[in-house]
């Protein structure tokens, strides 16, 4: 699976949603999401809806997602420190 297909599910499961994906191997992929979606949930509810996204593809042709997810507010205080 290319990164660019990681990206366009999660957009298609997150409307709105801003995604970074990095992973040249395939099935290794790191991920900075930022959706209205979050706004008020915790991270662990976060990822639950990213996982959600991309559904049984987790268990087969994605072996690992690190991600950050990020409600709109909190992603403008982080990309302001960093």
């Known amino acids: 699976m290319r990164a660019e297909d990681v990206k366009q599910l999660i957009e298609a499961g997150l409307p709105g ?7 040249d191997d395939g099935v290794h992929f790191e991920a900075v999401i930022i959706a209205d979606a979050f706004d008020g949930k915790s991270m662990l509810a976060q990822h639950r809806m990213v996982y959600a996204t991309l559904g049984d593809r987790m268990h087969s042709e994605i072996h690992a997602l ?9 992603w403008e205080k982080v990309s302001k420190t960093q």
């Not at 690190?66 to 909190?74: I, L, V």
Request: charged residues 10%; glycine residues 6%; proline residues 6%.
């Open 17 to 23: 949603s801003i995604v970074q994906i990095q992973g």
């Open 66 to 74: 690190s991600m950050r997810t990020y409600a709109p507010a909190e």
